[in-house]
């Protein structure tokens, strides 16, 4: 392990690499459920948009509360030996539980919306589970600020990979497991091989991961109770203002994204098209992540954030005052769009460790989990919100699933992906702006 100018440790690329793969895995899970789980449920399952929403919703809400518990017991009972059992021992489980999200149910009524809210809640419990362990180990794999912006980088490269698979595969892929050419039995053939790799993926980075925080003569940290805890993280105004401003900017990318798929089948008529925007986007994101590195290195990370928040409302502002009458020029517009937005996730995971320091140097306490999984309980709540949104809104403007939508219909649909995202990034830049002082000056 070498040592930088000011003595901090730092840790070997290969490795930061190997414990970036861990997002791979992850967003084998994570895009297909933000690409496809609604769709599957309405445009595969059959499911009134309202329906499909609220149990989003619902195990949205239910997927932060357990992320939030679990970041608790992180701090209080957790230590780096104790994440990476989780990984090994939670991994297949996990796959598993994705896998009952995606299993069509021989029902079919009040019953069949009940076990799909079921089935999604036990995904949601196990990727809680094992995920915010992760997310902590993350705050651990180096002391250098530098490194953990470098595997920040890294994780949003392996994200990226993740859900150009998904969002390009799962349909062919799963239909071609499974023997079909679409409808619920791809689904379910795409979650078994995204299951299969992760569970693999995840159990090769617990077993190699390494806590380079830790020292053989230091004695264990002491353990700090729950209310102050607490109390630190909410009084840690540079933490605050990140996730106030991370959920507006979730809401905003959610709801763009999950109207993908529904404005090329319905607008353009043409589903397939809606496939290959969404892979253009996520690969996108290949590119843009490295620039926007290379941008948070001459400008600093903060900086980043209102870049990406202008662009991203200028693009809106000119989608929202024209018309886009070609699926080519839509899958333009979205790529862009994506290539802005990734500036926005890059800075969010980057800037989380260093509240967290923030927080240790103002409240002398030190909440990696606490923060984690408060940031993942905000975060869920905001996609559920930004589902919310699209079931009220498509549901209001009478979109009833496999049929041909009226013009009033399309309308409205295009002015909810317009506007909402709109006022989302604005407010995210608004929030952004009241960050403190001396967490600004760290960031820049």
């Keep these: 392990m070498e040592r930088d100018d000011e003595g901090s440790a730092r840790v070997g690329r290969l490795r930061l690499a190997g414990f970036a793969a861990g997002d791979f895995a ?19 399952l059959g499911l009134k948009v309202e329906t499909a929403a609220a149990i989003y919703l619902a195990a949205s809400i239910w997927d932060g509360l357990v992320s939030f518990a679990v970041g608790v017991l992180v701090d209080r009972r957790g230590a780096a030996g104790d994440y990476r059992r989780v990984l090994i021992w939670g991994a297949v489980p996990l796959g598993l539980a994705f896998c009952a999200a995606y299993l069509p149910l021989p029902v079919s009524g009040g019953m069949a919306a009940i076990g799909i809210l079921l089935g999604h809640l036990v995904f949601r419990t196990a990727y809680a589970l094992v995920n915010i362990p992760y997310l902590a180990m993350s705050a651990r794999v180096s002391p250098h600020a530098g490194d953990r912006a470098f595997v920040a980088g890294l994780r949003m490269l392996a994200g990226t990979a993740a859900a150009v698979v998904v969002a390009l595969g799962t349909v062919p892929l799963g239909g071609m497991i499974m023997g079909v050419k679409g409808g619920p039995k791809a689904f379910l053939g795409a979650a078994l091989l995204f299951a ?37 993280v909410v009084r840690n105004r540079a933490f605050t203002t990140l996730v106030a401003a991370m959920m507006a900017m979730i809401v905003a990318t959610s709801v763009l994204n ?26 996108v994101s290949a590119a843009a992540v490295p620039v926007w590195m290379a941008i948070a290195r001459a400008i600093g990370v903060r900086r980043v954030w209102f870049a990406a928040i202008l662009v991203s409302s200028l ?11 070609r ?10 769009m994506q290539a802005a937005t990734v500036g926005l996730h890059f800075a969010f995971w980057a800037l989380l460790p260093e509240v967290i320091d923030h927080g240790e140097r103002t409240g002398g306490v030190r909440t990696e989990g606490i923060v984690f999984g408060l940031a993942a309980l905000l975060q869920r709540i905001a996609i559920g919100l930004a589902t919310l949104l699209i079931g009220v809104s498509f549901g209001e403007a009478g979109y009833v699933a496999n049929v041909v939508q009226t013009p009033a219909t399309l309308a409205a649909m295009r002015m909810t992906i317009a506007l909402v995202p709109l006022v989302g990034f604005v407010v995210s830049g608004l929030l952004m702006a009241l960050a403190p002082a001396a967490s600004r000056r760290r960031a820049a």
């Design 26 to 44: 992850f967003n084998l899970y994570w895009q297909s459920a933000m690409l496809y789980l609604l769709f599957y449920y309405t445009d595969a």
């Design 196 to 232: 299969a790799i992760a569970s693999v993926i995840l159990i090769l980075v617990g077993r190699t991961f390494r806590d380079a925080l830790a020292r053989d003569d230091a004695p264990p940290p002491p353990r700090v109770p729950l209310g102050r805890a607490l109390r630190a």
């Design 258 to 283: 999950k109207s993908v798929l529904y404005y090329f089948k319905y607008v353009f008529g043409d589903q397939a098209a809606g496939q290959l925007a969404l892979g253009a986007m996520m690969a």
């Design 315 to 325: 693009g809106l502002s000119l989608f929202a005052l024209g018309d886009l009458p």
């Design 327 to 336: 699926a080519g020029a839509m899958q333009l517009f979205l790529v862009g």
